[in-house]
């Protein structure tokens, strides 16, 4: 998800360096509790299952991609554009089935 407008809006791009957090569904502490029926919940930090539908290895760094995926950065991203990355793959997927794998937000 990307701030876009003063709101939370799903990816539309890759790589982009206004992703600030991922989709979660099973939030640990929910910060403002005024929020918690009225939207998405958004993981900033820890670990999260991720929507990707790309071949990923277990420790890829992974940027935003469209549709609200996450791909595995080139190393352009890992040089130069290293405020997109997202996070982390703690979890391989061997196709490029859409499919939820668990991620370390950074």
Same mark, same amino acid.
């Given at each position: 998800?990307?701030?876009k407008e003063g709101k939370v809006t799903l990816s539309? %791009?890759?790589s982009s360096s206004l992703a600030v957090g991922v989709c979660s569904d099973s939030a640990a502490m929910?910060? &403002?509790e005024e929020y918690k029926d009225k939207g998405i919940i958004i993981?900033?930090?820890g670990?999260?299952?991720?929507?990707? %539908?790309?071949?990923?290895?277990?420790g890829d760094e992974l940027v935003s991609d469209m549709g609200g995926f996450a791909? &595995?950065?080139n190393i352009f991203d890992k040089l130069f554009n290293r405020s997109a990355i997202i996070g982390k793959?703690?979890?391989s997927s061997f196709d490029c089935a859409?499919?939820?794998i668990l991620v370390l937000l950074k």
């Open positions: 998800y990307i701030i539309n %791009k890759r929910i910060m &403002k993981g900033l930090t670990t999260v299952k991720t929507w990707v %539908k790309s071949k990923i290895k277990a791909t &595995k950065a793959a703690m979890e859409e499919k939820r």
